[in-house]
């Protein structure tokens, strides 16, 4: 079965340039998060959909955005890109109450230049 | 802000048993120790979570102390490929609920 998949797994962008970063939930799960790790700190929560609503917005700049289509899958999109956007972007899928908690893709790597 | 303290680093020789301590002192009465690890260059991945019993399962245990204000995880033997950051998380279950990582603990596996 497969797991998270994200794509692309790399690019690079120039600062002011807008761009969309794609994940695919494992099958059932509802529930998608986003998460930016920049180099040497932990992820940090940027999203939570579920049900195709925002559940959750973490402390970000509006120039994040992000949405949940029917099959649940999702994309994050970031607006006029600065150079300290550069991170792993990192989504998570998980059953709608489960305990076991979210089951990540390998991220994104974005570097803006 | 993380609920948790971690140390920033441990080594430990393969095959023997690697204990990660946390500090959680300000943890709610509903809120669960999560154990996640994240190997270089991967997304986390989930190792094992509890209230206050202490856990076990294929990866690792979990010992939480009476009072919960800290735990410890157990790797009982370690291998290279255990070589990895851990982040320990507190947190409420749920489908609305966020993790929130520190820093984490940086464990180095050494032949």
């Known amino acids: 079965d497969a797991g998270v998949t994200q794509s692309p797994t790399h690019l690079i962008k120039t600062r002011g340039q807008h761009v969309t970063l794609r994940c695919s939930p494992i099958?059932?799960?509802?529930?998608v998060s986003w998460y930016q790790q920049v180099l040497g700190q932990g992820p940090q929560f940027i999203f939570q959909y579920y049900e195709k609503e925002e559940r959750g917005r973490g402390n970000f700049p509006d120039r994040f955005s992000a949405r949940q289509f029917p099959n649940y899958s999702s994309e994050l999109n970031v607006n006029a890109l600065l150079l300290g956007d550069s991170a792993l972007y990192l989504c998570?899928?998980?059953?709608?109450?489960?305990?076991?908690?979210?089951?990540f893709g390998s991220g994104t790597r974005l570097t803006v230049v | 802000d993380a609920k948790t303290t971690q140390p920033p680093s441990m080594d430990c020789a393969e095959g023997r048993a690697a204990n990660l301590p946390c500090n959680h002192s300000t943890i709610s009465g509903n809120e669960y120790v999560y154990w996640y690890r994240q190997i270089h260059s991967q997304g986390p991945q989930y190792i094992i979570h509890?209230?206050?019993n202490n856990e076990t399962n294929e990866m690792a245990s979990l010992i939480i102390t009476e009072d919960r204000k800290s735990s410890t995880l157990i790797l009982p033997h370690a291998t290279l490929r255990d070589t990895a950051v851990y982040y320990c998380i507190v947190r409420v279950t749920g489908a609305n609920s966020k993790l929130t990582f520190g820093k984490g603990i940086t464990l180095s596996v050494r032949p």
């Open positions: 998570a899928s998980s059953l709608a109450g489960e305990h076991y908690g979210y089951t």
């Open positions: 099958s059932g799960h509802k529930s």
């Open positions: 509890g209230l206050k």
